[in-house]
């Protein structure tokens, strides 16, 4: 019953991550600005309160629920981009460039696209109780874990493909520390060990 629910769910959540994977260059242009008291990854990991880059309220479920819309800046994931002139980008030049903290904002709603939606439309209650199976060391080639609850299941796998490796994510998944699961249908995405 868990899999026909997921599967129904399956092609409403793919139009709307369609829709802002195509919106997402005309969402990044209305931001707020906000306070945030987190743990700052590019600021060598500090606890700090600092100004924060938000979607405006009438978008918010474009972005993830439980984080700041620059934190693709904040969060370091340009070191890792397909991209040199993304790699190379200085925290002088994000502070002066409306364009690259631009960019970063399109980067971190393509990355998390629909997180939104998905959380607000899609999600179930935590459950807690669940039959688990495990094949593999995560991290250390092929690995997978079925967890079967009640009213929901996660499928996680890794395939490993030389330094990188496929990595599926179908069901509900807990997300730091909200009450829900988040839906998730990651069928094809590729990671770095």
């Not at 994977?21 to 990854?41: G, N, Q, S």
């Not at 997978?144 to 330094?163: D, N, R, W």
Request: overall charge positive; charged content about 20%.
């Amino acid at each position: 019953m868990n899999l026909i629910i997921w599967l129904v769910y399956f092609v409403p959540a793919i139009l709307i991550e369609l829709a802002c994977y195509i919106l997402a260059p005309l969402v990044a242009l209305f931001v707020t600005t906000d306070m945030r008291h987190d743990v700052v990854k590019r600021l060598n990991k500090q606890y700090v309160a600092m100004p924060r880059d938000y979607l405006i309220r009438p978008l918010f479920w474009f972005q993830t629920h439980d984080n700041a819309v620059d934190e693709w800046w904040y969060g370091m994931y340009n070191v890792d981009h397909w991209f040199a002139f993304a790699r190379a980008w200085t925290q002088a030049d994000y502070d002066r460039s409306c364009f690259i903290r631009w960019y970063c904002r399109v980067m971190w709603l393509w990355r998390n696209c629909a997180y939104g939606f998905h959380y607000a439309l899609f999600s179930l209650p935590k459950e807690f109780d669940a039959t688990v199976y495990v094949a593999g060391i995560e991290g250390n080639g092929f690995w997978y874990q079925l967890q079967l609850f009640k009213h929901s299941f996660q499928f996680e796998c890794h395939v490993p493909l030389g330094a990188r490796y496929l990595s599926i994510n179908i069901g509900w998944k807990p997300h730091k520390t909200t009450k829900r699961l988040l839906y998730a249908n990651r069928i094809i995405g590729f990671r770095k060990y």
